[in-house]
């Protein structure tokens, strides 16, 4: 049986950064893996070449070509199409991770018996040092899902896909239409299909920021961008409506990633946005709020009105005028937040 299937996307990658990935998979100590490496049709052949030779003989590893350049979405849903594993994990090809990476998740795991197992990721810059810690796991035993569990899960992990197993029976696909945020979406939309988690107290994946591949440092706010980060709300705000009615504390963590994804960033970035994409933030954050019932659980009943009607309104005097009040109030619910995790869900 193979235990978990590692699906490696590229495109534009150095030479340098993918031989650096593979040789890390290569070292895996988790020996009944597969990796998946799926070519996206990248203009340099130098990636293929080093794969070639670099797995040779290695029967764990498996090159897909794609027809045409779709996009990081298309490669990976390529890759869970062919994975055979137990679980699924998802690493970039300019990133690398720990000899033990693969054992430690899958052991977590109680031998397959969770539906998803999460661990922090490192973040280290081009010079191999570590800039900060994304994810706050101190690591969680097997445990079933349960109100406090997920409110707890939602607050410490990462959204992205990176450092996870995902049961592969459960995964969903990506949104190919997605191009920004498509992982944070994937694991929004693959959330409710777990019912047994576990979490690892390291930080065992190294993502490289200053990577010449790496999307979040070429993003430009544009009004297509935009749109994305609305489609990852969207995603959140149905997630939210199915949960359990008296799942109060999954409610509040969920509404809070909303609320900073929708108007907490648009109001902090809002002075470096052109007025064409002020004007579709403004429109987008209306949209998502203009359902009232959507926030019902989330904030205080008079905030929700207030919110919406006034994001319906005039989005941009709540933005320009209300800023010091929405992160004054980002800090004050995170605060509530944490402390009714702490006495409902003691560790």
């Known amino acids: 049986m193979i235990c978990v299937s590692v699906i490696v996307p590229f495109?534009?990658?150095?030479a340098a950064d993918f031989a650096r990935c593979v040789a890390a998979l290569k070292a895996q100590t988790?020996?009944?893996?597969?990796?998946?490496?799926?070519?996206?049709?990248?203009?340099?052949?130098?990636p293929r070449q080093l794969l070639a030779a670099a797995s040779a003989g290695d029967s764990r590893f498996r090159l897909l070509t794609q027809d045409e350049n779709g996009g990081v979405s298309a490669a990976r849903n390529r890759g869970l199409e062919a994975a055979a594993g137990l679980y699924v994990c998802f690493v970039d090809a300019d990133d690398c991770v720990?000899?033990?990476?693969?054992e430690k998740l899958y052991s977590a795991s109680g031998a397959g018996a969770a539906d998803a197992v999460f661990s922090n990721i490192r973040l280290v810059d081009?010079?191999?040092?570590t800039t900060g810690i994304l994810g706050d796991?101190?690591?969680?035993?097997?445990?079933e899902l349960s109100d406090p569990a997920l409110a707890r899960?939602?607050?410490?992990?990462?959204?992205?896909?990176?450092?996870?197993?995902?049961?592969?029976?459960?995964?969903?696909?990506?949104?190919?239409?997605?191009?920004?945020?498509?992982?944070?979406?994937?694991?929004?939309?693959?959330?409710?299909?777990?019912?047994?988690?576990?979490a690892v107290g390291e930080a065992m994946y190294h993502y490289y920021v200053g990577s010449d591949n790496s999307?979040?440092?070429k993003t430009v706010f544009s009004p297509p961008v935009v749109d994305q980060i609305f489609r990852f709300c969207r995603t959140l705000k149905r997630a939210v409506r199915e949960l359990p009615a008296d799942w109060?504390?999954?409610?509040?963590?969920?509404g809070r990633e909303l609320f900073d994804a929708s108007l907490v960033r648009g109001a902090v970035n809002r002075n470096a946005l052109s007025p064409e994409v002020r004007r579709q933030w403004e429109r987008c954050a209306a949209e998502l709020w203009s359902d009232v019932s959507a926030a019902d659980g989330l904030f205080p009943p008079a905030l929700s009105l207030l919110l919406s009607s006034a994001v319906r309104r005039r989005p941009a005097a709540l933005f320009a005028f209300f800023r010091p009040l929405f992160l004054l109030f980002r800090l004050w619910w995170k605060f509530r937040l944490d402390r009714r995790l702490a006495e409902k869900y003691p560790e």
């Open 11 to 14: 495109y534009k990658v150095t």
């Open 30 to 46: 988790l020996k009944s893996v597969e990796f998946i490496f799926v070519d996206d049709r990248g203009p340099d052949d130098a």
């Open 98 to 102: 720990t000899p033990d990476f693969l």
């Open 126 to 129: 081009r010079g191999g040092m």
């Open 137 to 143: 796991f101190t690591g969680i035993p097997l445990c």
């Open 153 to 198: 899960l939602c607050r410490r992990m990462p959204w992205t896909v990176m450092a996870k197993l995902f049961r592969r029976q459960n995964s969903r696909r990506f949104d190919q239409a997605m191009f920004f945020g498509e992982d944070k979406d994937f694991t929004a939309r693959t959330l409710p299909g777990v019912r047994r988690f576990a």
């Open 215 to 217: 999307v979040m440092k």
């Open 248 to 254: 109060t504390l999954s409610r509040a963590v969920l």
